[in-house]
């Protein structure tokens, strides 16, 4: 997400740092690569001249060429305007009437079928009793696409009867829910592959008939400035509560997250994050901003462990590692754990960029390396997992038949587990470690 535009300001707050002593040449540099590289991301080169004008008015004070750290200054300042170019944080669905009815509207391909899964998901999860209303009419197989979904995240979906329209779809959706308990209805509507009359005249009628407490435009962050013009019109037509920007997980460039705000006034309500039907968060502008500017976003990092993660067997866990008990069985269990929290290259984007580290790059390789750990220590024997010892030229023999790897590889794994005991008995004498056993 946004690596092309976090690779840009890591080089130049790089270079600023580099600097003995900042003066107002390097800022105005600074200043000129910073426009280049948000005009690169395709953000709205009105939004690039007004950001840019407030920054420059900041960075260019005496305090800040004067301070003890002009670099870090600058990269303050930029962090705080991008968090207010950004908007206000999200919020979630507001809803309102007997069922409350959320509409669902954008471009052909923008994610909205998806997207009403996910939705739908985090509604049962805060004990609503959501229902589904296939209102694409237009894309062929849309309606059993939607049926999956709901499926998937275990929420009914109530699809077209024959030649019904989706005016006549809508008024039925709403007896349908009242009769059968439904506190809110999703309605996922057709797309288009570029704007026209025709569609937003029927949206304009099915929003009058199901009159939905919110309207939520569903916009591609890969697509750049084509999300914010399209936002801009469907805003003209109907009363559009918020945007929900999908596949930022993908190669975004980052414009229409840093656009949309500005030039439609709409505020980013939600992003997906992937294609799990748990990938879809609240807005956070200033975590937004700290991963554009590589500074990482731990919060959203802990979050993401508190939900994925068994605190009783992360304590356990720690425990074991604490009094030296730490086994191969051990390792495979937080080998799962970890995974539980996401895709590797996921975690590893949330944390903190720079310095010699620079951007870790997390592949399938990787992502295939820990399942060929677990397949490994699956294959051994209770005794083997528990007392390593034990295994000697043949078992290994064994294991690497069990789990389709080498003897090389096993032998990496054992050289790696030893390392790590080795490493923790290090830690053992040390004096945080022994208070954090006293407080147990």
Not at 187 to 210: K, N, P, S, W, Y
Not at 403 to 416: A, D, P, R
Request: hydrophobic fraction near 45%; proline fraction near 3%; aromatic fraction near 4%.
């Amino acid at each position: 997400m946004f690596d092309g535009l976090q690779g840009k300001f890591q080089q130049i707050f790089r270079q600023l740092r580099g600097e003995g002593r900042v003066g107002e040449e390097h800022l105005r540099a600074a200043l000129r690569e910073i426009r280049l590289a948000l005009l690169e991301a395709d953000v709205h080169f009105r939004v690039v001249k007004r950001f840019l004008e407030r920054v420059e008015a900041q960075a260019l004070g005496e305090d800040v060429l004067q301070g003890l750290n002009p670099a870090q200054q600058v990269i303050r300042i930029v962090r705080d305007e991008l968090v207010a170019l950004l908007g206000e944080e999200g919020r979630e669905l507001q809803l309102s009437g007997q069922p409350a009815v959320v509409l669902l509207c954008g471009l052909q391909g923008s994610g909205k079928t998806t997207t009403a899964g996910k939705l739908a998901r985090r509604l049962a999860a805060r004990r609503r009793y959501p229902l589904l209303v296939a209102g694409d009419l237009q894309r062929a197989a849309a309606v059993e696409q939607l049926v999956q979904v709901g499926a998937r995240v275990e929420v009914p979906v109530l699809t077209p009867e024959t030649g019904e329209g989706v005016v006549a779809l809508g008024a039925r959706a709403l007896r349908y829910a009242r009769d059968r308990g439904h506190d809110v209805v999703l309605i996922d509507t057709a797309g288009r592959l570029h704007v026209d009359a025709a569609l937003m005249a029927e949206l304009q009628a099915l929003a009058e008939a199901v009159k939905p407490c919110e309207t939520l435009f569903v916009a591609d962050a890969m697509t750049g400035q084509d999300a914010v013009r399209s936002a801009e019109e469907f805003a003209r037509a109907l009363a559009v509560t918020g945007v929900l920007l999908t596949k930022l997980d993908g190669d975004a460039r980052g414009g229409a997250a840093l656009s949309v705000r500005s030039v439609t006034g709409l505020p980013i309500r939600f992003v997906g994050l992937g294609e799990k039907p748990d990938d879809l968060e609240l807005f956070q502008p200033d975590r937004m901003a700290s991963r554009i500017l590589g500074l990482g976003d731990v919060l959203t990092l802990i979050e993401r462990a508190e939900q994925s993660v068994d605190a009783a067997e992360a304590e356990r866990l720690a425990s074991r590692m604490a009094r030296q008990e730490f086994t191969l069985e051990d390792l495979r269990d937080q080998l799962r754990q970890l995974r539980r929290i996401g895709p590797l290259q996921s975690v590893v984007d949330l944390l903190p960029k720079g310095g010699a580290m620079g951007k870790v790059e997390v592949g399938d390789a990787e992502e295939r390396r820990l399942k060929r750990i677990e397949a490994m220590i699956d294959s051994m024997t209770l005794a083997e997992r528990r007392n390593p010892t034990l295994l000697n030229g043949s078992r290994k023999k064994r294991v690497a038949r069990g789990s389709g790897t080498s003897v090389q590889e096993i032998n990496q794994l054992l050289k790696q587990y030893l390392a790590m005991r080795k490493m923790v008995k290090s830690m053992q004498g040390k004096s945080w470690l022994k208070r954090a056993l006293k407080r147990r």
